[in-house]
Every structure is written in structure tokens, then in C-alpha cells.
């Protein structure tokens, strides 16, 4: 059988068991059914800067929430920052909009959470929560915040116990020439320039992890839930100090290190926010495809790289639900290298056999697939095609290498959802753009 009667008879029986949707309040529906019973929903996106994934993948949690009781959602993001957003939705906070609320995402990729889709689903979020007893949060899994996790643990212990707050910023102080450039510091102690900062970070870890009935007497949930966070925190310090000294020794160690920390992260909101409810708590994760899709399924297993989807259907399999997006062509938010300025960017072309191009040739142009099921599409899915994945970095003249990776989709996920054509999402105004007044132009709309 030639290549183009393969392709042929993908693009036919994809067509047969595609979902259409459009703007229908009903239109994802059987996703809805098939998450009724899981405690981990994992919704990707094929880039961080599409708008249409952060309006779906909304409007799917926002029905998660309303109909099946989830409890939180925890994003690909630095935990401080996601946590000041946990504060608004949950009216412990001062932020007089989700936009205020949204300030703290301050560091590269500011429009990856400050963004207009990001605002609208934080106020309804706000609403929704409003005389709950049981609110749901809204976290952050990442940990690339270092810096302002170590300034989070110290104004933490100055409320509540000054002297550990004193021992705290003593043992944090050989961070304190790397505290802007962490990647410096991996470099300097894998060269053994200086010696590492292991062991005082894990006895800060360690103290704050004895003393946990003393810093929760407070009667109330507000106290639990701040020692929680400042845990959170210098956990999160311990993992980020590994990572930036394993991003020296090659890819798979520093990437596994930081998908781990994300599943251990999850796994702790879990374990926290089920000790107030009748029943284990259910979470859903927002965060790039090759976060969320089951890694074992793509050739980054080649690599010896896992993932947080891996890890969640290793670990409860029947108990969750994996989504990724797809898109063929438009416009997407991206910088051309990392901490540089964002810009609006055209979306190549997707290659020929892809399962974009396949995609594409369906006579569907949003649609999305059940692949659990036991069909032809699925199983001519099977065969390893390339995927695309567009991360916060956009170079389209080495797009083969930069962006794409083989998988065999029905494995990587339960459904997936296409889009043939997308739009750059729209950043809000940063922190200092908001006090000037104005817009930077380093910041186009996108639209």
C-alpha cells in the first residue's frame, strides 16, 4: 500500500469518527461524561500562546467544576506567583481584580498566565467561589522560582517566627550572588567553582517540616494553608537548587527532575486539600502536551524522558484522563529565544505525514477524537507520526528539530482536540505597563 493511500484512508476514518463542535454549550460533552469518574484530568495545549486552547480548556474545566465537583486546577506555572491568584479566587486576598491578581507572574513568559483568557476564567473562578465552603484553588506546578520562593518562605517566617526567619535567610545566603541567574549557579558548582547549597536548603526544609504543629496553632483553614504554601516553597527550593545543577549533565536529567517535582506537587495539593473533604480531592492540570500526554508513548522514552502524564496514568490509571490539542496553521504568541521579547509569529506549514497535515485534509475544521475507542481511525493512529509542539520559544527555521517529535497518538492520550486554524493569544500589560499607563510595543495584541 503506497503512502498516499495510507494517508487516504487515515484522513476517511478520521473524518467518520470525528466529534465536530462550534460554539455549543454542549459540544464537548462526551469528555464531560468520560472525566464523571476520574480524580485527574490532564488538558494540554499544542502551544502556550494560541488562544482557542486556553478558551477550550476553560470552558471544559469551568463544566468539570459545575458538574462533576472538581476541586482545584493546578498550571504548568511558578507556585508563588499561582499561589497569589489561589488567594483571589478564594477571597483571601486584596487584589481588587484578577488582573491585580495576575501582577506577580513578573518573570519570562509573562503572557503564558497574563493573558485575557487566563483573566476571564480567574473572575469566574472568583465568582463561582463565592459563598463556598470548600473553594476551588487554583496552583501552580513549576519551579523555576527560586528567587521568589526564598523571599515567600522568609516573609513567611517573619510573621511567624522571627528567629527561623534569621536562620532561614542565613541558610539561603549562598544563593544570594545567583539569585537572578540561577542557571550561573548549576554551572559554577558542576565545574566546582563553589560548593553547593544542598545541605542548608534541605535543613530549611527539614525545620519547617517539625515545626508544623507549631506554626498551624491558629485555629481556622487561613493558617493551615499558608504553613502549607511556605512548605511548598522550600520544597520547591530544594527541587529547583537540583535542577539548576542537573541542567548541566543533559536533558533527561534536569527535564525528569522537574516533571517529578510537578507530579509530587500534584500529588501533595491532593493529599492537602482531601483532608477537608468526605472524599479524595480532584484535580485538573493545565500544561503543554508534552507535559500532560503520556510520555512512554512518544520518543522521548527513547530519550529517557518521562513526564507528569506518564506518571499520573502509571499511578492511576483508571482514575484519569489525558487531553491534548493540535493545530495546522495560524498565528501564535512566541519569543524567538528564551527572555526575549514576545512577538506575534505565522505557524509554519505542519510536514507532510504529520498528524497536523493529516488533520488538516479532514473536511471538519474543529473537531476532536475519542481515542479510547476501538476503530479504524484509532488504530491507523497507532502507526508513530510527527507531532508539533510550540512551547514559549518559536523558531520556524528549524522547525523539524525544534518542534517536532514522533508518538503514536492513542497511547499519548484519551481524546484530542483539533483545530485547523488558531490565534496568537493576547497578553495583558505588565506590571510596569500598568503604572506607565500605556502598552509596550514589544507586546503586540496578537489578534
Not at 486556553?54 to 498550571?75: K, N, P, Q, S, W
Not at 483573566?119 to 467561589?129: D, I, K, P, T
Not at 506554626?215 to 504553613?227: I, K, S
Request: aromatic residues 12%; proline residues 3%.
Amino acid at each position: 500500500m503506497t503512502k498516499w493511500s495510507v494517508d487516504r484512508a487515515l484522513v476517511a476514518a478520521v473524518e467518520k469518527e470525528a466529534y465536530p463542535f462550534g460554539e455549543g454549550a454542549d459540544d464537548f460533552a462526551p469528555i464531560i461524561k468520560a472525566a464523571e469518574d476520574k480524580d485527574f484530568v490532564l488538558i494540554g495545549e499544542a502551544s502556550h500562546g494560541a488562544k482557542e486552547f486556553y478558551l477550550i480548556r476553560a470552558e471544559i474545566t469551568r463544566r468539570l467544576i459545575e458538574e462533576h465537583g472538581f476541586d482545584m486546577v493546578a498550571v504548568e506555572a511558578d507556585w508563588p506567583d499561582a499561589y497569589t491568584v489561589n488567594r483571589y479566587v478564594c477571597g483571601q486576598s486584596e487584589d481588587v481584580n484578577a488582573n491585580e491578581a495576575l501582577m506577580d507572574f513578573e518573570r519570562f513568559p509573562t503572557w503564558m498566565w497574563r493573558n485575557t483568557e487566563v483573566e476571564h476564567f480567574v473572575e469566574w473562578l472568583r465568582a463561582y467561589n463565592t459563598e463556598r465552603r470548600h473553594p476551588v484553588g487554583f496552583y501552580g506546578l513549576d519551579l523555576y522560582s527560586m528567587n521568589t520562593s526564598i523571599r515567600a518562605i522568609i516573609a513567611y517566617l517573619n510573621k511567624v517566627d522571627p528567629l527561623a526567619a534569621r536562620r532561614a535567610r542565613n541558610r539561603y545566603s549562598c544563593l544570594d550572588h545567583f539569585m537572578e541567574k540561577p542557571q550561573a549557579y548549576g554551572y559554577a558548582t558542576e565545574l566546582g567553582l563553589i560548593d553547593s547549597c544542598e545541605s542548608q536548603i534541605v535543613l530549611q526544609l527539614e525545620e519547617m517540616r517539625r515545626k508544623a504543629l507549631v506554626y498551624m496553632r491558629e485555629d481556622g483553614f487561613v493558617a493551615e494553608d499558608e504553613y502549607f504554601c511556605a512548605v511548598q516553597n522550600a520544597r520547591l527550593v530544594q527541587d529547583s537548587e537540583q535542577y539548576y545543577r542537573s541542567m548541566f549533565r543533559g536533558r533527561p536529567s534536569s527535564w525528569n527532575l522537574r516533571d517529578r517535582h510537578m507530579f509530587a506537587t500534584l500529588e501533595e495539593l491532593v493529599q492537602h486539600r482531601s483532608k477537608r473533604l468526605p472524599r479524595k480531592a480532584r484535580a485538573i492540570v493545565w500544561a503543554h502536551n508534552s507535559h500532560v500526554g503520556n510520555a512512554a508513548a512518544t520518543e522521548m522514552a527513547e530519550r529517557g524522558e518521562f513526564n507528569i502524564g506518564q506518571l499520573v496514568r502509571t499511578h492511576y490509571a483508571s482514575r484519569s484522563l489525558l487531553i491534548g490539542f493540535s493545530t495546522c496553521r495560524g498565528t501564535v504568541t512566541a519569543a524567538s529565544n528564551w527572555d526575549e521579547a514576545a512577538e506575534t509569529k505565522k505557524v509554519s506549514e505542519p510536514f507532510v505525514g504529520s498528524y497536523e497535515e493529516v488533520f488538516h485534509h479532514v473536511n471538519h475544521k474543529r473537531f476532536f477524537l475519542d481515542l479510547r475507542q476501538n476503530n479504524a481511525a484509532v488504530d491507523l493512529l497507532r502507526t508513530p507520526r510527527l507531532q508539533r509542539a510550540i512551547g514559549v520559544v518559536y523558531r520556524p527555521d528549524t522547525e523539524r528539530y525544534s518542534h517536532y517529535f514522533f508518538s503514536r497518538l492513542p497511547e499519548q492520550f484519551d481524546f484530542m482536540i483539533h483545530l485547523d486554524n488558531t490565534t496568537a493569544v493576547e497578553p495583558l500589560a505588565t506590571a510596569m505597563q500598568v503604572h506607565r499607563g500605556e502598552m509596550d510595543e514589544t507586546y503586540p495584541s496578537g489578534i
